[in-house]
């Protein structure tokens, strides 16, 4: 059963067709032409539209144009799924295929054995290393898939595979369980850590490198503009809807970044440099001290080095994807990735590599903005609105079923166990122990079917759908239904799934994404690399998964099952 609003439908675009299985299309380099080095490239909240916005102000020798001028872009790249969001992104990225085949329904869900909340990366085998205790628990071990990297490593165990991302798990999902080694920076030990996961003992650059607590020298760094006013012309730096930098108490740029009134780097000042371009900072500096002692590239048997930027999002969080730090952010960006591919020339070779870049998910509009625009848009508690409408539906429905027994005073036991990330779980022994001589799944199905009812009603909310009937019955045509469908994963998406009208927001960010719009599934896709037609854009509608086909096909090894095949000429021959 599903209740859409016409306005819901609006912003969608053409979703791209279901996942193929034929991967033959293109044959694999020779291994005279393979790369030594494959690099997947995340840049974290990068919308289509933000990048268009900020295209004619990237530096003519910056990293985009760079990638734009010799490489091939996809102009029509976007997720299938509706889970927008930085865990099912990158899982996409690293695995080539949607979040219903590799298992990361949200960056985190109620999982049903458990009956708890669980955390896209988190990972009970994962063992903490001495040097780093704080990455005790993180792991891959909730993907139902190989990443590419495990099927590298699968392929030739000599092969080497290395991530690295300021989120913990963007680097991880990217990854995999196989590689040699997965970092992410911990606000509480003001550097970098890994877990056991990646084997009993970091290599020694790793430790080298934590130890220079990268992020430190940059307390008391100042962030000013470091483009030209022509770059920033037209955006807003102080709307009351922006958060506040915790250093100066203001909206507006500069601000010298100290973590408040610190006077040394400390848990506050590692917060604020993540909320800030710093956190890509030191995400580069990690990445090239890879570069460097990790002997990535320096051989022919090829390697695979992903890299994600997470200062993008955080900005776009809490200063709004369409003001004036978000923009400097992004020409940051833009100057990083020079810096990383001059790197690369030196170290492993122009024309040694290849590099395709995407990004996990876009943004939306601040609803203050959209709304300016005609475009609708609001805030609300919109889950726990969820939840009472829920709540108040099913007692109408089944009575007090729930109150205690001989109690009549006592408050009816909760039908929903959880709301959250766009879904309800509800208490399925609860609800069809209250008609015993009912079949249990009509019960349950007549209880979710009247939850989907009641959230048509709530203001923000533009369409609910029974999970249960949609694994049953397929994505069918519906734009929406569509995506919502590519989300699913049995056991880890609830029961019901809502979708928010759009521009519409949980109240508390500034900005935020995770909807079927077209504003949170477009991004960009950019690649570079041997047997690519400088300056193509092939008008084949793709996903990010891509990625990880591309860089499949340079590695020589099959591309990940369930993935989508290489678009046709996209190679010369």
């Known amino acids: 059963m599903k209740l859409v609003r016409p306005a819901a439908l609006a912003l969608l675009a053409v979703l791209p067709p279901l996942a193929a299985q034929d991967h033959a299309a293109a044959a694999p380099p020779t291994a005279a032409a393979r790369p030594r080095l494959v ?24 990293g985009f144009r760079r990638l734009l001028d010799g490489g091939v872009a996809f102009p029509n790249c976007a997720y299938r799924h509706a889970c927008t969001e930085t865990g099912p992104g990158h899982a ?21 054995q458990q009956r708890a909340t669980v955390y896209c990366a988190s990972d009970p085998a994962a063992a903490a290393l001495p040097p ?50 997965v970092l992410w920076f911990e606000n509480g030990a003001g550097t970098f850590v890994t877990s056991a996961i990646w084997g009993k003992e970091p290599p020694q650059w790793l430790l080298d490198f934590a130890a220079t607590r990268p992020a430190d020298r940059f307390f008391g760094w100042t962030w000013e503009r470091c483009g030209d006013d022509a770059a920033y012309a037209g955006l807003d730096d102080d709307r009351k809807f922006e958060m506040a930098h915790s250093s100066s108490g203001k909206r507006t740029l500069p601000v010298t970044i100290v973590g408040g009134r610190l006077d040394e780097p400390a848990a506050p000042f590692y917060l604020e440099a993540f909320l800030s371009p710093i956190a890509d900072e030191v995400v580069l500096e990690g ?4 570069l460097r002692a990790s002997g990535l590239g320096q051989d022919d048997t090829p390697d695979l080095f992903c890299v994600s930027f997470s200062a993008t999002d955080t ?45 996990d998910h876009g943004v939306g509009l601040p609803p203050e903005v959209a709304k300016s625009k005609g475009l609708g848009g609001g ?15 099913l007692r109408a429905h089944f009575g007090r079923g729930g109150a205690a027994a001989g109690d009549a005073a ?17 208490d399925r022994a609860r609800i069809v122990a209250l008609r015993p001589d009912a079949d249990p799944a009509a019960t349950f199905a007549d209880a979710c079917d009247v939850v989907v009812a009641a959230l048509a009603n709530v203001n923000g909310i533009a369409s609910a759908y029974a999970v249960a009937e949609l694994l049953a019955h397929g994505p069918g045509d519906d734009p929406i239904r569509r995506a919502i469908w590519f989300s699913l994963c049995p056991g880890r998406s609830g029961d019901v799934a809502f979708v928010v009208a759009p521009y519409w927001l949980e109240a508390g960010l500034p900005a935020s994404h995770g909807t079927p719009y077209a504003y949170d599934r477009e991004v960009p896709l950019l690649a570079l690399g041997p047997g690519l037609r400088a300056g193509d854009r092939p008008v084949a509608a793709v996903t990010p998964g891509l990625c990880a086909v591309l860089a499949a096909h340079w590695l020589g090894i099959e591309a990940p099952a369930q993935s989508d095949p290489l678009p046709e000429g996209l190679f010369v021959r």
Request: glycine share 8%; charged share 20%.
């Open 39 to 62: 690099v997947i490239c995340s840049v974290d909240q990068l919308a289509r539209w933000v990048f268009d916005a900020a295209l004619p102000h990237f530096a003519a020798d910056g």
């Open 92 to 112: 996409t990225i690293g695995t080539g295929v949607d979040a219903r085949v590799h298992g990361i329904a949200k960056n985190e869900w109620w999982d049903t």
């Open 132 to 181: 780093f205790p704080l990455g005790k628990g993180h792991g891959p071990g909730r993907l139902l898939v190989p990443t590419l990297g495990d099927l590298l490593k699968q392929h030739d165990a000599a092969s080497k595979v290395v991530s690295i991302s300021h989120k913990d798990r963007s680097a991880i999902l990217m990854a995999g369980a196989r590689a040699d080694a």
């Open 287 to 290: 990445a090239l001290a890879a």
């Open 315 to 359: 900005v776009g969080h809490f200063f709004c994807p369409d003001g004036v730090e978000a923009r400097d952010t992004l020409l940051r960006v833009d100057r990083l990735l020079a810096r990383l591919l001059q790197a690369l020339d030196e170290r492993v070779g122009s024309g040694r590599y290849a590099f395709v870049l995407t990004a």
């Open 379 to 393: 805030r609300a508690m919109l889950h726990t609105h969820a939840r009472n409408a829920a709540e108040q539906a």
């Open 410 to 426: 006592a408050p009816p036991a909760p039908f929903v166990l959880y709301a959250g990330e766009f879904m309800l779980a509800l």
